[in-house]
């Protein structure tokens, strides 16, 4: 009975529509005060990136996943060091989500700079008050490690003043151009929050690969360290040998590890600690 609705929301400050799709399980039924999962993608991703349509078809729950803005469907402008835009633009979907339909956020899915985004809106928003998980795939901590890769930037920045970043992204080549202060902008953005304004209650997994050359897995290790200290939620760490930032050919094993958690987040048998899902037959 599962559907799939694409939907364009108008975005409450700027001029464009961000677009996502709606998973419903019982679409016939009403959807005032039921649950919904939020499905974040990463940067030059999209709602279908990786592993987050997979997990949108199998998560036993009605989900919603969007493009940010500037982003394959949706309008407006991407920006390197743009994670305040990309949190109003979270801010607009959840008020549309609430406003349209009555739902209730209740699990907050993030790869990579949406797990970023949305953890930061877990942390200053209202309705983030009442989430009972967050799941956190690949992200960063060290914001400034954005430096680390800045040799690749600087002959273009020295001849035009700008770098042109071209990827494929659903198939369609696209080119994004990234500024100096685009870097300093992204080192600034305070992931810290966590420690201090991120719900008690909320249970967190995270996600990381150890071959990930993006963000390096100690990221993992820092975050594992502000969400285990908290009570009564409790963190959940999942390190996936050989995999990368993306999780090249080990997508389903990310859609398992989240899926298998889940069912004992929802069992309550969750404990702080290390989450060693699937691996028992191959130590």
């Given at each position: 009975?599962?559907?799939?609705?694409?939907?364009?929301?108008?975005?409450?400050?700027?001029?464009?529509?961000?677009?996502?799709?709606?998973?419903?399980?019982?679409?016939?039924?009403?959807?005032?005060?039921?649950?919904?999962a939020?499905?974040?993608?990463?940067?030059?991703?999209?709602?279908?990136?990786?592993?987050?349509?997979?997990?949108?078809?199998?998560?036993?729950?009605?989900?919603?996943?969007?493009?940010?803005?500037?982003?394959h469907?949706?309008?407006?402008?991407?920006?390197?060091?743009?994670?305040?835009?990309?949190?109003?633009?979270?801010?607009?979907?959840?008020?549309?989500?609430?406003?349209?339909?009555?739902?209730?956020?209740?699990?907050?899915?993030?790869?990579?700079r949406?797990?970023?985004?949305?953890?930061?809106?877990?942390?200053?928003?209202?309705?983030?008050?009442?989430?009972?998980?967050?799941?956190?795939?690949?992200?960063?901590?060290?914001?400034?490690?954005?430096?680390?890769?800045v040799?690749?930037?600087?002959?273009?920045?020295?001849?035009?003043g700008?770098?042109?970043?071209?990827?494929?992204?659903?198939?369609?080549?696209?080119?994004?151009?990234?500024?100096?202060?685009?870097?300093?902008?992204?080192?600034?953005?305070?992931a810290?929050?966590?420690?201090?304004?991120?719900?008690?209650?909320?249970?967190?997994?995270?996600?990381?690969?150890?071959?990930?050359?993006?963000?390096?897995?100690?990221?993992?290790?820092?975050?594992?360290?502000?969400?285990?200290?908290?009570t009564?939620?409790?963190?959940?760490?999942?390190?996936?040998?050989?995999?990368?930032?993306?999780?090249?050919?080990?997508?389903?094993?990310?859609?398992?590890?989240?899926?298998?958690?889940?069912?004992?987040?929802?069992?309550?048998?969750?404990?702080?600690?290390?989450?060693?899902?699937g691996?028992?037959?191959?130590?």
């Amino acid at each position: 009975m599962r559907t799939s609705t694409k939907l364009r929301i108008p975005h409450s400050q700027e001029d464009c529509e961000l677009v996502g799709v709606l998973e419903q399980l019982a679409p016939e039924e009403p959807t005032h005060g039921r649950k919904i999962a939020l499905i974040l993608h990463g940067t030059m991703g999209h709602k279908d990136y990786l592993f987050q349509k997979r997990l949108a078809l199998r998560f036993p729950l009605d989900s919603f996943r969007f493009d940010f803005r500037g982003n394959h469907e949706s309008g407006g402008q991407w920006t390197q060091g743009g994670f305040a835009q990309d949190v109003q633009d979270l801010v607009t979907v959840v008020a549309y989500l609430r406003n349209t339909y009555g739902y209730d956020i209740d699990v907050v899915v993030g790869h990579s700079r949406g797990s970023v985004v949305g953890m930061h809106w877990l942390c200053t928003s209202e309705e983030g008050q009442s989430a009972r998980a967050m799941i956190n795939v690949s992200g960063r901590y060290r914001m400034h490690r954005i430096y680390d890769g800045v040799e690749v930037y600087r002959k273009e920045w020295d001849t035009q003043g700008y770098y042109e970043w071209k990827v494929t992204v659903a198939r369609q080549p696209v080119v994004q151009r990234i500024y100096p202060h685009d870097l300093e902008e992204f080192s600034r953005w305070n992931a810290a929050i966590v420690w201090e304004k991120f719900p008690a209650n909320i249970d967190v997994l995270t996600v990381h690969g150890l071959a990930d050359k993006t963000v390096p897995s100690y990221d993992a290790v820092i975050y594992s360290r502000a969400f285990g200290s908290r009570t009564p939620g409790t963190h959940s760490l999942h390190l996936i040998e050989e995999a990368d930032h993306n999780f090249t050919n080990r997508q389903d094993e990310v859609v398992e590890c989240i899926l298998e958690w889940w069912d004992a987040l929802n069992q309550r048998r969750l404990k702080t600690g290390i989450w060693m899902t699937g691996v028992r037959g191959k130590l």
